[in-house]
């Protein structure tokens, strides 16, 4: 099972504003470790709360990338992408 990987125009605006080296590096992490996993959630951690609940975060250094997990269309759907001291408020 491939999981395709899916980013939202936020999600893009984000990764531009990174910087060139940081984010090749999360989309690489995505598309290779991510995409070819079985079950998404297995590199995954789940988030809690009001506003995060249901969604997943990946750590990739410093910067944590925040998805929906999609099951019925094999969908990771990137929602943001930020460093870690700012992209959970």
């Not at 910087?19 to 996993?37: D, F, H, N, T």
């Amino acid at each position: 099972m491939a999981w395709t990987i899916e980013l939202e125009e936020a999600a893009k605006k984000q990764l531009a504003k990174i910087g060139k080296p940081a984010a090749a590096r999360i989309v690489s992490y995505l598309e290779q470790r991510v995409a070819p996993l079985d079950d998404a959630r297995q590199k995954g951690r789940p988030l809690r709360g009001q506003e995060l609940n249901g969604l997943w975060r990946y750590r990739v250094g410093d910067y944590r990338i925040i998805c929906d997990i999609q099951d019925g269309k094999l969908i990771v759907l990137v929602v943001e992408i930020g460093h870690r001291s700012s992209v959970y408020r």
